[in-house]
């Protein structure tokens, strides 16, 4: 597997947003990923906005943690592959999720990326939200398989189009914000008591709801192009709503950093959410 040598030791002062998205484009390549240096680029710049007190070693490991999800969603929402090829890969990586050592050498370029994040994120964070990061990521990654897989049966005729309601609650967890956030809490050495971690829990389901239909607003046009499930595109999407959508976005916004409140922690993770929507609001990152 290649490894960074003492990830999470700092060196030197912070880095920038340009040393960001060259070590991410180099990362990438040194795993054999294919990868747009735009792409690199605009991760790096995100990550800097939403953490930057966050020390230079985990600002670049949060990077890389974000890069990696969007090589995850390129695998898990291809429609052309098949449900049981898509399966297979879940399983992969949710193994991989649950019991990757220093001794893992996977040899898949996803898999031997998602291994050397999870060590690093292990020799840093506590029990208790490691614990959350891989149930989120692990579920991320079964919804990411339902989600293309019904995209595929709705474009062959086999199954009807989810309802928003049920949309959202596949989309919103294959999404993968959760998990990116506990990476964020954990990379910030915070320490929820058992009642904040639960109402951070709550929060963070609003929060990716947030995210998932801010991104589909963005990303419509190239998700109609590749046949891919989008809130926007649910029938009838001849009349769909884009501003009730929007106001859908800031209402789970304020349930979001409501249920935050009076914690010790709100701030860094609200910081994140709205970061994230409004970066979507400009732009899907592709």
Not at 180 to 203: C, E, G, M, V
Request: hydrophobic residues 45%.
């Amino acid at each position: 597997m290649v490894a960074s040598k003492d990830m999470l030791r700092d060196a030197g002062g912070p880095p920038t947003p340009a040393t960001i998205g060259e070590d991410l484009a180099q990362w990438a390549k040194d795993h054999g990923a294919g990868v747009d240096r735009r792409l690199a680029q605009r991760l790096a710049d995100v990550v800097t906005r939403i953490a930057p007190d966050l020390p230079a070693a985990g600002r670049r490991l949060l990077a890389r943690y974000s890069l990696w999800t969007f090589l995850l969603d390129d695998e898990l929402d291809d429609v052309t592959a098949g449900p049981d090829a898509l399966a297979e890969l879940a399983g992969r990586l949710i193994t991989l999720v649950r019991t990757a050592t220093a001794a893992s050498t996977p040899t898949r370029t996803i898999e031997a990326m998602l291994a050397e994040i999870v060590i690093e994120l292990r020799s840093v964070g506590p029990p208790a939200l490691l614990a959350r990061f891989d149930d989120a990521l692990c579920t991320a990654i079964s919804t990411g398989v339902q989600h293309t897989v019904r995209a595929q049966q709705l474009r062959q005729g086999r199954a009807g189009a989810p309802t928003a309601v049920e949309y959202l609650t596949v989309a919103g967890h294959h999404i993968n914000y959760c998990s990116f956030a506990y990476a964020l809490l954990i990379l910030t050495r915070a320490t929820p008591t058992a009642a904040a971690a639960q109402r951070i829990d709550k929060a963070l389901v609003a929060a990716s709801r947030a995210i998932r239909i801010a991104n589909d607003l963005a990303s419509a046009d190239r998700d109609r192009a590749e046949g891919r499930l989008n809130i926007v595109l649910l029938p009838p999407a001849d009349t769909v709503d884009i501003a009730a959508l929007e106001r859908q976005v800031d209402r789970y916004v304020r349930l979001h950093d409501r249920l935050l409140r009076d914690t010790a922690d709100a701030g860094v993770l609200r910081r994140s959410l709205h970061t994230a929507v409004a970066v979507y609001r400009v732009t899907d990152l592709r």
